[in-house]
């Protein structure tokens, strides 16, 4: 059997044994190891942080019921929330589908990518989200994010004017 322009018996098959194979080649490197995690049948997941916002029609409940449901969605297929974050409802930059605020939500995610992309297909198909992004990372930030902190929790930006220092001279 030809796979492409290759006989089938030299193409590589991607199973537990080549990422443990790519795990000591690349033993050390930070970045590999502390993004693949195995869950107990030996799937390797790795770390989200999702961010999606509902219509303002819906009420704080509704959005913390699709919540549940998106932590269910995620646990039925092998992956699991450590943290999610109810932020509001938020004035948006622009207009989205006729709506001018939104329902804020943080969720962390520990799954494997085919759980990720099933949660977000349904969430595509849900008329209540107006937009939702996942990104991959090295670690989870640990207690509140940015957004749930306090303004004099944050760590300050330093003397009267902030990072960017005095004015320059004006030539006239």
Known sequence: MQTGNF????????NEEFF???RRLHRGFAPVD???NSNSKGVLMALYEH????RQDVSAA???ELTK???ELLEA???KVTKHEYWGIKSLAYRIKKNRKAH???INIDAPHAAVAEMERQMRINEDILRHLTISVDEHEEGPSVMMQKRDDRPDRGGKFGDRGPRSPRRF
């Open 34 to 36: 502390a993004m693949w």
């Open 62 to 64: 509704q959005v913390e």
């Open 104 to 106: 804020y939500t943080l």
């Open 20 to 22: 443990d194979a790519f």
């Open 69 to 71: 449901t998106l932590t």
């Open 77 to 79: 297929n092998g992956g």
């Open 7 to 14: 006989p089938a018996s030299r193409v590589p098959a991607l």
């Open 51 to 54: 961010i999606y916002m509902a």
